[in-house]
């Protein structure tokens, strides 16, 4: 276990809608990131929060968006969903503001999205 | 063109072979490279981590990475069906550092057959 909390683990909806995925970082970390995976682009970067300020964006569609809240914990949304946005989203955590010493991230286990 | 390229397999093997997998990367600043490991329905976890070229060796895992051919490759001697996963190479430089995160290949999917 990662000690990274990620909900809902699946989650089924129609092409148009709204979601709201969440993640809680290890106890203590103070960056998130958010990752895509798919299958056919692997694990893309989307965004990454430290201590409630974004700190970079990677490949994240203008249709999403992200914040980490003051207990830390942080919400990606995901609108006007498309075929295209069905995959694995991973949230990740790690104690420095960036990416240091091992290069090591904590990961969840991942919210499915299927839109259909 | 990707940063990171890896062949996205599958890749099978008999119990107790020896597993050589690869990435090439093309972004000369990276200097810091990792190997993650994913089990299904799992997220990934930090399998080694190499600084700079040379070998890493951890157990039964060897990390080797030649930045001359920007070639980063993992050994796995003796396999078990315990490694049957999806193996990420991942990589970031010093402009990465605080600014952006890992940049990581597409995985490649490892079945060891008892």
């Known amino acids: 276990d990662s000690g990274v909390t990620q909900t809902p683990k699946h989650l089924i909806t129609a092409t148009g809608q709204r979601v709201t995925l969440r993640c809680s970082p290890r106890?203590?970390?103070?960056?998130v990131y958010w990752y895509q995976q798919s299958l056919d682009q692997g694990l893309q970067f989307l965004i990454q929060?430290?201590?409630?300020?974004?700190?970079a964006k990677g490949n994240i569609l203008e249709r999403f968006s992200a914040q980490q809240f003051p207990d830390l914990h942080s919400e990606l949304n995901l609108s006007s969903l498309e075929l295209g946005d069905s995959a694995l989203y991973f949230c990740?955590?790690?104690?420095?503001?960036?990416?240091?010493?091992?290069?090591?991230?904590?990961f969840g286990e991942g919210s499915r999205l299927t839109v259909l | 063109q990707k940063e990171v390229e890896q062949d996205p397999g599958p890749l099978s093997v008999p119990e107790g072979a020896i597993v050589s997998l690869n990435c090439t990367y093309s972004?000369?600043?990276?200097?810091?490279f990792m190997w993650y490991r994913q089990y299904s329905r799992k997220g990934p976890e930090l399998l080694m981590y190499?600084?700079?070229?040379g070998n890493k060796e951890d157990g039964r895992f060897t990390a080797q990475v030649d930045k001359s051919s920007k070639y980063i490759s993992l050994f796995i001697r003796d396999s078990q069906p315990s490694d049957s996963a999806t193996y990420l190479c991942?990589?970031?430089?010093?402009?990465?550092?605080?600014?952006?995160?890992?940049?990581f290949g597409s995985g490649t999917r490892l079945q060891v057959q008892p």
């Open positions: 990740a955590s790690s104690s420095s503001s960036g990416i240091a010493g091992t290069g090591e991230l904590f």
């Open positions: 106890s203590g970390d103070l960056s």
């Open positions: 929060y430290y201590n409630g300020e974004e700190r």
């Open positions: 972004n000369s600043a990276f200097q810091y």
């Open positions: 190499t600084y700079s070229s």
């Open positions: 991942a990589a970031f430089g010093p402009q990465d550092t605080g600014r952006r995160a890992l940049t």
